[in-house]
């Protein structure tokens, strides 16, 4: 609903997010009830495994890799198995890799952002 107006014109919106949305609108509604009840469980394992570990936050790199050239296919983006669990998440630049800075995001447990993000400031003091 956000692009609505524009998809309806179409020149105002590119190709792919054409595409994107007319994908999306073949979605029924109890798909999504579906993909939104899985999600919900997937979410519960991921919190339940974090619990049992006795973790409240993990470390990751913020990007599989450096940034392609411009023009190339970028890898896989990591980042979005943490949108669609719904964890707070907050990438904090520590380092720098062929001169580019080089992050590590925080990842808490559900809504456990206020702990994320103390722990990205004290993070990022120490470096």
Do not use: H
Request: proline letters at 4%.
């Amino acid at each position: 609903y956000y692009f609505k107006e524009e998809y309806k014109q179409k020149t105002l919106v590119s190709d792919k997010m054409y595409e994107i949305i007319e994908r999306g609108n073949r979605i029924t509604l109890d798909e999504y009830n579906e993909a939104l009840a899985i999600q919900a469980e997937y979410t519960a394992l991921f919190d339940d495994w974090m619990a049992e570990q006795e973790l409240d936050i993990l470390l990751d790199f913020s990007t599989a890799t450096t940034a392609p050239l411009f023009g190339e296919d970028d890898e896989p983006d990591n980042c979005l198995v943490w949108t669609f669990l719904g964890l707070p998440v907050v990438s904090v630049p520590l380092f720098q890799y062929s001169g580019m800075p080089f992050g590590v995001q925080v990842i808490g447990r559900k809504y456990s952002d206020y702990m994320v993000l103390n722990y990205a400031e004290k993070l990022q003091c120490q470096m």
